[in-house]
């Protein structure tokens, strides 16, 4: 009977170590629990944090040349609606309104979540100010093409806007070779194939494709 409740009390001592043991490591994991919650959290505000701050002086740079190299595209786009006799060519202009004023807003917006604030640059600049930009029109360009109608500005918006999206496609690749910010990249992309497309485009509508 003495060897029976021996074995009983260690038996019941060994439970309770267990349980002990349990609640201990059920305690530890609920702290894991919440450092992982609060460590999750933190960890998503990390990655949100460092998803802004993933970036570096390629992705800023590609920005800040690209807002007002679009701003001139838009302006020059927006001259044909008044201004073009073809259709293929008012169509073309639409098109590179609607591709590329989205994107403004977009590299804005990084800019801005940089603590950089939104770019002041406007279309039209100085072939001074825009050299580090290829394909920038100059303050000539811009008032020989205001001038234009009819089918000489349909030639002469033609072959500035290929050699204003080659500019284009020259930054984007540029980006994608040194940039680091993914959505900047991912950008950088989608304006080398539809850049390079709308090029082919521009080429044959001047007879040259």
């Known amino acids: 009977m003495r060897n029976t409740r021996t074995s009983l009390v260690r038996r019941t001592a060994v439970m309770a170590t267990a349980v002990t ?55 020059m786009a927006r001259l044909a609606a008044g201004r073009a006799s073809s259709p293929q060519v008012k169509d073309l202009a639409a098109r590179i309104e609607k591709a590329q004023d989205p994107e403004i807003r977009t590299m804005n917006g990084w800019l801005k979540g940089w603590g950089m604030g939104m770019s ?34 349909d030639s002469m918006f033609l072959t500035m806007m290929i050699e204003h999206h080659k500019g284009a496609v020259a ?17 950088a992309g989608d304006i080398i194939d539809g850049q390079t497309a709308e090029i082919t485009e521009m080429n044959k509508l001047l007879g040259k494709g």
């Not at 993933?54 to 302006?75: R, T, V, W």
């Not at 290829?134 to 234009?148: V, Y």
């Not at 930054?171 to 990249?185: F, I, L, N």
């Open 21 to 75: 043991a349990a609640l201990v490591l059920a305690g530890c994991g609920s702290d894991s629990g919440g450092d992982s919650q609060s460590g999750s959290g933190h960890s998503s505000a990390s990655a949100s944090a460092s998803s802004g701050a993933a970036h570096n002086d390629q992705d800023m740079a590609f920005a800040q040349g690209m807002i007002p190299h679009h701003q001139q595209a838009l302006e």
């Open 120 to 153: 002041s640059a406007m279309p039209g600049m100085g072939h001074s100010a825009g050299s580090a930009m290829p394909g920038m029109m100059d303050a000539k360009d811009m008032a020989g093409l205001k001038k234009m109608s009819g089918k000489d500005f």
């Open 171 to 187: 930054m984007a690749r540029t980006e994608q070779a040194k940039g680091s910010y993914g959505p900047a990249t991912s950008m």
